[in-house]
C-alpha cells in the first residue's frame, strides 16, 4: 500500500457524504476497538460500491471470442466484416482482426473500445447484454478493505 493509494483513499473517504457518519480520524480520540472495526468495514463496504480503485485489465481476445461464439453472435460478426455494404463493417473487421490474432489482448473498459463496441451494438451484431459482458471481463474490481481505510484514516501514510 502506497502512500500515494492511501491519501487518495483517505480523500475520496473524506469527500463521500456516505461514509461521513463511520469516519473515525485520530481527532476522535479513544474508541472501542470493536466500534472502529465495524465503522472501518463500513466504509470499506462502501468504498467498494463505489468502485474506488476498481480498474480495468486486458483480457486475451481469444476469450471473447469465445463467448461471442457460444453466445451465437460471433458468425454474424464475420460475415458484417466481409459484406461492405453493412454499417458496422469497420467495426466487425476490427474485431475480427484482433480476435484472429492469438498474441492479442483487449481492454473492453478502454475509452477506445467503446466506439467498436457501441458500432457492434447500433447495428444489432450484439446486445447490450453481449456488449456489458465484454465490459465485465475487463474489469477488476474494488479491493478496499477495513484495515486500508483504518490506515487511510488514521496512519501511518508512509509520507509523513
Known amino acids: 500500500m502506497t502512500p500515494t493509494y ?3 483513499l483517505q480523500s475520496a473517504i473524506l469527500a463521500s457524504p456516505a461514509c461521513a457518519e463511520h469516519v473515525i480520524d485520530n481527532s476522535a480520540g479513544k474508541v472501542p476497538a470493536d466500534e472502529a472495526r465495524a465503522k472501518d468495514q463500513a ?3 462502501i468504498m467498494r460500491e ?4 476498481a480498474g480495468s485489465r486486458a483480457v486475451p481476445a481469444w476469450q471473447a471470442k469465445r463467448q461471442l461464439i ?3 453472435k460471433w458468425r454474424a460478426i464475420v460475415q458484417a466484416a466481409q459484406d461492405a455494404e453493412h454499417p458496422a463493417v469497420e467495426a ?3 474485431a475480427v482482426a484482433l480476435a484472429d490474432d492469438a498474441r492479442m489482448d483487449a481492454d473492453f473498459c478502454d475509452p477506445t473500445a467503446v466506439p467498436l463496441i457501441g458500432a457492434l451494438v447500433a447495428t444489432g451484431l450484439l446486445s447490450e447484454e453481449d456488449a456489458q459482458m465484454l465490459r465485465d ?6 479491493t478496499v478493505a477495513a484495515a486500508d481505510v483504518s490506515r487511510a ?3 501511518p ?3 509523513e
Open 6 to 8: 492511501l491519501r487518495a
Open 43 to 45: 466504509i470499506a463496504d
Open 50 to 53: 463505489q468502485g474506488f480503485g
Open 70 to 72: 457460444m453466445r451465437g
Open 92 to 94: 466487425a473487421y476490427a
Open 137 to 142: 471481463m475487463s474489469v477488476t474490481p474494488s
Open 153 to 155: 484514516l488514521r496512519g
Open 157 to 159: 501514510w508512509g509520507d
